[in-house]
């Protein structure tokens, strides 16, 4: 088994893993019972300080529809979940983190 990472991110951006044996089988039945109403996520959105000059691999990431990045003052991590209604929990700042639900 292997992690794939991206080269050419900056520090100013999150790394990209790819793990390739995910996709091949799954490891671990996902529990069918949350606490929160959150269940698939729809979508994802990072936050970085200058979105614009993002590297090759994240805006190629970005052109793909799997993450969306945006400009914030402060690192962000926005996960958009299907069937969760207009369900909102904002974990900061203890966490970086918005899980939201609805469209």
Known sequence: MA???AEGTTLQEPALFYLPF???RKLVEEP???LLPFHRVRSIAVGVRN???LSEAALFIQRIGQIRYFTSDWPLLELHFEDADEAHVDLRPT???ILRGGN
């Open 22 to 24: 995910l996709r091949a």
């Open 51 to 53: 979105a614009a000059a």
């Open 32 to 34: 069918t019972e949350h």
């Open 3 to 5: 992690i794939e990472v």
């Open 95 to 97: 966490l970086p983190l």
